[in-house]
């Protein structure tokens, strides 16, 4: 079965540089999520997309931002990198369940791993 | 506010020992769901199972089993006969429904489980 995609796997920025992560959802899913996860940490949301739009926003820096497309692949941005951005990014992806509760799990891809030195 | 507590940071146990990891949430909405995620040492996250709040039913699926209790609020996760495979980090999450949210998980700190052989 086709999983999250995640691109890079691996990303080595220096300071200040910007970085695009992309995430690729399942198929026929339209819900995006971020989680930025610190060495030692528990993941921590970043942002979501439902149909293209930005629905919820978490503990996003003003210099990250990202963007749902037409395909529901999703880019996250980060500008003006520092060195605690160092961490694994995740894209998680989940399909709504129409006129329901949100009853249903949300896929995680393998995760980016930053480093800024 | 919703929070998910794991008061054990670290267990350690030996082959073939049960181990109990605790959850604890909290949430004053009445439609959460509950999930269990493993993070091996390789990073990525793998779903282990989910609860919605009206169910109750404890579940077993081989040597995994999951004990839910509105009454405490809890969510404890039960691995018998442990392998040294078992050796990751433990999250356990809460997701909220409420109108046009997408829900997004929140994590508790993580247990991190050592099966040593």
């Known amino acids: 079965a086709a999983g999250v995609i995640q691109s890079p796997r691996h990303l080595i920025k220096e300071k200040r540089e910007t970085a695009t992560l992309k995430c690729y959802p399942i198929?026929?899913?339209?819900?995006v999520y971020w989680y930025q996860q610190g060495p030692g940490q528990d993941p921590q949301f970043l942002i979501s997309?439902?149909?293209?739009?930005?629905?919820d926003k978490g503990s996003i820096p003003d210099r990250f931002s990202a963007q749902q497309f037409s395909d529901y692949h999703s880019e996250l941005n980060m500008s003006s990198l520092e060195l605690g951005d160092s961490a694994l990014y995740f894209c998680?992806?989940?399909?709504?369940?129409?006129?329901?509760?949100?009853?249903?799990?949300?896929?995680f891809g393998p995760g980016t791993r930053l480093t800024v030195t | 506010a919703q929070k998910v507590t794991q008061a054990q940071t670290e267990i350690s146990v030996v082959e073939k020992e049960d181990v109990t990891l605790d959850c604890v949430y909290e949430t004053r909405d009445t439609t959460y769901y509950l999930f269990w995620y493993k993070q091996p040492p390789s990073g990525e996250l793998v779903f282990l199972i989910r609860?919605?709040?009206?169910?109750?039913q404890n579940e077993i699926s081989g040597r995994y089993s999951w004990n839910f209790q509105k009454s405490t609020s809890s969510f404890n996760f039960t691995i018998t006969a442990s392998q040294v495979v078992d050796s990751a980090v433990y999250f356990c999450?809460?997701?909220?429904?409420?109108?046009?949210?997408?829900?997004?998980?929140?994590f508790g700190k993580g247990t991190k489980l050592s099966v040593k052989p």
């Open positions: 609860r919605n709040s009206f169910d109750e």
């Open positions: 198929p026929r899913h339209d819900t």
């Open positions: 999450a809460l997701r909220v429904y409420y109108g046009g949210s997408q829900g997004n998980l929140i």
């Open positions: 997309f439902y149909e293209k739009m930005q629905s």
């Open positions: 998680a992806s989940s399909a709504r369940t129409s006129g329901g509760p949100l009853s249903y799990e949300q896929y």
